[in-house]
């Protein structure tokens, strides 16, 4: 049970981030402009400005279309998510989880919680599948953390 635990608590914290890192894209970022969207990234989700520049995959300057504007969702998103694996939040979670589904497996049928934990774990994996496959609007995002 605790290893269901800390994975849960690792998809949630990880999706706040990236929720964070969402709306700061779609609302914020664009307005800012490439000189100093990493900085209030940096300030949304937590992590060290070097830190983004470090992990974080590639610069919002690459991300400039020719028109002078750029796609600040993508840059954010992105850096986030590659911020998130680099600091090996996905092998934890995935750590946590098999290890979980492993001991779920060594207990008797007849287990008085054998199947609260097994659903319990079916809903967790649900969880950490979209953190780790994100997609649809901000507001998917919002529901699946709070659900």
């Known amino acids: 049970m605790k290893r269901l635990l800390v994975s849960e608590s690792l998809c949630k914290s990880g999706m706040s981030i990236i929720s964070a890192a969402w709306h700061f894209g779609i ?13 209030r990234l940096s300030t949304q989700i937590g992590f060290e400005v070097s830190f983004i520049e470090e992990n974080g995959g590639y610069t919002a300057d690459e ?3 020719g028109d002078g504007t750029y ?4 840059f954010c998103l992105m850096a986030t998510e590659n911020c998130l694996s680099a600091i090996g939040v996905y092998d934890s979670k995935s750590e946590s989880l098999d290890t979980a589904r492993n001991m779920i497996r060594e207990l008797p049928d007849d287990y008085i919680h054998y199947q609260n934990l097994r659903d319990y774990y079916t809903k967790v994996a649900a969880y950490a599948s979209y953190f780790e496959n994100i997609s649809g609007s901000y507001n998917d995002s919002i529901e699946a953390i709070t659900e």
Do not use: Y
């Open 27 to 39: 609302w914020d970022a664009p307005e800012c402009g490439v000189d100093i969207v990493t900085e």
């Open 63 to 65: 991300l400039v279309n």
């Open 71 to 74: 796609d600040g969702w993508e």
